[in-house]
Each structure stands twice: as C-alpha cells, then as structure tokens.
C-alpha cells in the first residue's frame, strides 16, 4: 500500500526566510503527487499538482515543488515565506491508472511564520 | 459557485449516540469521496460515491459506518453508537469526474465523543 511521510511535523520560520518542506512517498509506479494546503479554520485548498511533464512545478502563491523520481520525492518550496503563509501543509500521492481516484496524505506539516 | 459546503462544523455526542454528517458538493459535481483525519494523522480514504451508488468504500470501518449520496440532497455519512475513537475530522471532496484531478474539499466536520 501506498504511504506518504512528511519529515517536519511543526516548522517554524521568520518573514523573509526560504521554506523547504518534505515529502517521500513509497509506491514506485507511476504517480499523481499533491501539495495542499489548510489555512486556520478553512478548508483544503490545492498548491499544486504533477502529473507528467517538466518535474518543476510551479503552483499559486510563489510555491513550488520538484519530482525526483529516483527519490521518490516531491519536496515543497517556497524562496520567501510570509506571515500568511502559516498554514498546515499536506502532500498527498495518487497511484495513477484506472479506478486511482484515492488519495494518501502524509501526516501533515504545521508551518509558523513569526512576522 | 459555492465551494463543498459541510455542516455542522462542529459535532459533539455522547458515546452510544448517532452523528450525521452532510455534504453538499460543488455545483455540477457528481462524484464525493469521504475522508477522516484522526488526531496527528493524515486524511484517509473512506468512501467514494457517485448518485445514489457506492463505488469504493474500502476504507470505511466495516460496522457502525455508513454513506449515501442520493439523487436528491447532501451526501450523508452516518456514524451509529458512537464511540471516542470516533473523534477526528471528517472532510468531504467533490469532483466533476472520477480521479483526483479536479477535487475540491470542505472545510470539515470536527466531531468530538464525549
């Protein structure tokens, strides 16, 4: 089965300094991978997403993620993180193919700005 | 468009009692997938549904838990006899279509078992 591990469960940060959170998943095939993200009292709202392509992938709000497939890997970054940004943090990974609508989230990662 | 609407927001029982949770999924969606994030976990999988069909509810626990998307009105997950193992938050999503490509969540149900 599928599993997702965040390494972070709480990071946190002052304005202005780079964020990398972390993500491996365990599956080796072909994959769907996602970063979520839950502002305080909101819902779940999609970063970004990779399903094929240029393994970069650039999402709303100046974050992006790589895939490195050999490390089975889909690291979240951010170059200047800002107060708004706390935020729980979610990766998720999605086994593509037929009747592979199921997502496997990590656990979660707690992100604190401090202004 | 209003986005997944879940209600309540905030759930509490008594064990031994009964939750109903709802969903309304977004406008023109037709498929709504149920999962449950219990204290310092992720959200797991429980239940997929399309209208009035069950497709997938493998991650459901096989007693007291039930789901329904009928052809009119929320989806429903229905939780009997409650227990304190119970407590966590209980998220909806709703797609266009099958697969994770275009899924929108809830803001959640948070129940609590007293």
């Known amino acids: 089965a599928q599993s997702v591990s965040q390494h972070n469960h709480h990071v946190i940060l002052s304005e202005a300094a780079s964020l990398e959170l972390g993500c491996n998943y365990s599956?080796?095939?072909?994959?769907?991978l996602f970063w979520y993200v839950q502002y305080p009292g909101q819902h779940l709202q999609l970063l970004l997403k990779?399903?094929?392509?240029?393994?970069l992938v650039k999402g709303i709000k100046g974050f992006e993620a790589e895939f490195i497939k050999s490390k089975f890997s889909f690291n979240l970054r951010k170059p200047s993180v800002q107060w708004s940004d706390t935020a729980e943090y979610f990766c998720?990974?999605?086994?593509?193919?037929?009747?592979?609508?199921?997502?496997?989230f990590g656990k979660g990662t707690k992100l604190s700005v401090i202004p | 468009n209003a986005g997944v609407m879940q209600n309540p927001r905030h759930l509490v029982r008594r064990r031994g009692q009964e939750a109903r949770l709802r969903c309304s999924p977004m406008?023109?969606?037709?498929?709504v997938y149920w999962y449950r994030q219990l204290p310092e976990e992720g959200l797991k999988f429980m239940v997929y549904?399309?209208?009035?069909?069950?497709?997938?509810e493998s991650g459901m626990p096989k007693e007291r838990f039930s789901a329904e998307f009928p052809k009119e009105g929320p989806s429903i997950l229905r939780i009997q006899q409650v227990v304190r193992g119970d407590s966590a938050a209980y998220f909806c999503?709703?797609?266009?279509?099958?697969?994770?490509?275009?899924?929108?969540f809830g803001s959640g149900t948070q129940l609590s078992v007293l």
């Open positions: 998720a990974v999605q086994n593509s193919g037929a009747g592979s609508y199921q997502l496997t």
């Open positions: 999503a709703s797609s266009p279509q099958g697969g994770g490509e275009k899924l929108f």
């Open positions: 406008k023109g969606h037709s498929h």
């Open positions: 990779y399903f094929s392509g240029d393994p």
């Open positions: 599956y080796g095939g072909t994959v769907n």
């Open positions: 549904l399309q209208k009035e069909n069950i497709i997938d």
